[in-house]
C-alpha cells in the first residue's frame, strides 16, 4: 500500500478533481483541515460525489451510517485512513 503522504495527495486530487473545484488545488488542502462547513465547506451533495470518486478509484464503500460518515469524512487524514482500512480488508479477503 502507498506511504500515508502519496495517499493523502492522491486523495487532495480527487476532491478537487471530482467536485471540479476550480479556484483550489489539491496542495491548498490542509491534510487535517475539516472539510465540511469550516475548511473546505463542502456539503452533503459533495459528500455523496466524493463516496462514488472514492468507490470507483479505490473500491471502497461507504455505508449509510451518519456517525461513521462524519468520522470518515472528517478531513483528508480521515479519508486516507478509511481507504487503507478498506483496502486491508480487501486484501485479507
Given amino acids: 500500500m502507498e506511504s500515508p503522504d502519496v495517499l493523502e495527495k492522491e ?3 480527487l476532491i478537487v478533481e ?3 473545484l476550480e479556484d483550489i488545488r489539491p496542495d491548498e488542502i490542509e491534510t487535517d483541515a475539516p472539510l465540511f462547513v469550516e475548511g473546505l465547506g ?4 459533495d459528500a455523496l460525489e466524493l463516496a462514488m470518486a472514492l ?3 479505490y473500491g471502497v464503500t461507504v ?4 456517525e461513521q460518515n462524519q468520522r470518515i469524512f472528517a478531513s ?3 479519508l486516507a485512513e ?4 478498506g ?5 485479507r479477503q
Fill in 11 to 13: 486523495i487532495k486530487a
Fill in 18 to 20: 471530482s467536485l471540479a
Fill in 42 to 45: 463542502l456539503d452533503s451533495i
Fill in 55 to 57: 468507490e470507483e478509484r
Fill in 63 to 66: 455505508e449509510d451510517d451518519p
Fill in 76 to 78: 483528508v487524514k480521515s
Fill in 82 to 85: 478509511f481507504v487503507r482500512e
Fill in 87 to 91: 483496502a486491508g480488508k480487501k486484501a
